[in-house]
């Protein structure tokens, strides 16, 4: 319970978003001809985003002063002299109010579509999954690097789900900084007021602002402008900053989670992103593996796309065939999962109804044309049935010999041609159980 006995004095308890419920009185300042309580209405109603409850209280018996509380935005009345019980009521009528209002509020900044699950056997994919549900209720700015498609916004949803902030009906605010022009970055950001700028025709709030205590997720955040990264970063210091047009501080209450590029400390090195920012950042560093580093996951995250587009295209898909799934696990994946998705969307989009099986020819000309026309057959011994894992393994084995065979048994140009770094190659010999050397010589 706050209290506060000065028109001031009400909006900076208001203002630090901890209040969902207001007590108003109508004479707040103790002055008989002085409404500061309709002040403060009306203070509630245009400054404050989230949804805030708000009950007038006075000694007077006025159908004109109740009419007028209602008509600015007040959600009930009472007389001073009321009973406990009354009182009561109206605070849990208003106080559900509030609920359903959050409730809407959060669902709006979600995206319509249900988000894809996190999908991985891996065991670089199950160590940040660990990490993530560890930190999920901390603080600390997270930074998660990663090439395009391998699920950063992912992470940082998982990030939000798993925390209070979720359970307290905070919302996840997602900002892809690529896709706003240079000169509406600052307002996008930190919000402005109404005549600000031209074209600022109302006072608009910033991502930072509508995050509220929830997550606020800046994709792409090395695409930042070089001036705002420096009014972002004395944001994440101070916890403080401003709309554009604005003297007043607004508090930045929102767990800040960025994603980038892997090449995100080369932006640094070339003075193309500010040090200090990268390094207030990555108080939390998760790097994603591309697709290609985790080959053990395709037929996993196959088959969850196979069935979600199934599902929500009516066809009755029961399996992907094998030839198909050799292309699938032959593919490069340059787009990682995300290309993988869309590759699965298109095909249940075009496929005919009736369709139980997915097949080889149903893929992309590319993804064929990109391992072969006529991929090679897993050599199998005769009459054994294979699993997914196990085919996935054989055709692992053969690309990695055959790329061995071409490079004179050179990992560095094995793995060139296999599309992946040499720790990778290294980490799939192992995991195969073949010895790795310490070096190509």
Known sequence: MRQAGTVEEAKAR???GEVDLALLDLHLQARVQDYAGFEILQWIRRELIRPVGVIMFTVEENIATVVEAMKLGADDYLAKNCGDEELLIKVQSALEKVRLQRGRFVAEQHEKDDPDLIIGEAPEIKKILKQVDRLADKDATVLILGEAGTGKELIARRLHEQSWRKKHHQPFIALNCAAIPEHLAESALFGHERGAFTGANQRQPGKLEV??????FLDEVDCLPVNQQTKFLRALE????????????IRLRARVVAAAKNNLPDAVAAEKFRADLFYRLKVITFTLPPLRER??????????FCQRFSRKNGLPIEKIDEEAMNVLLAYRWPGNVRELRHEFERILALAESGTRCLARDMLSAEILQAVGAAPKKIRRPEGETLTLRQARMLVERQMIDEALQQSGGNITRAAEKLGLTRRGLQKILQRHGRAVEGDDD
Request: no cysteine; charged share 30%.
């Open 14 to 16: 208001l203002d630090d």
């Open 295 to 304: 080959p053990e996951d395709i037929p996993l995250l196959a088959d969850y």
């Open 211 to 216: 995050a509220e205590q929830g997550t606020l």
């Open 238 to 249: 101070s916890r403080i900053f401003e709309r554009v047009g604005s003297s007043r501080p």
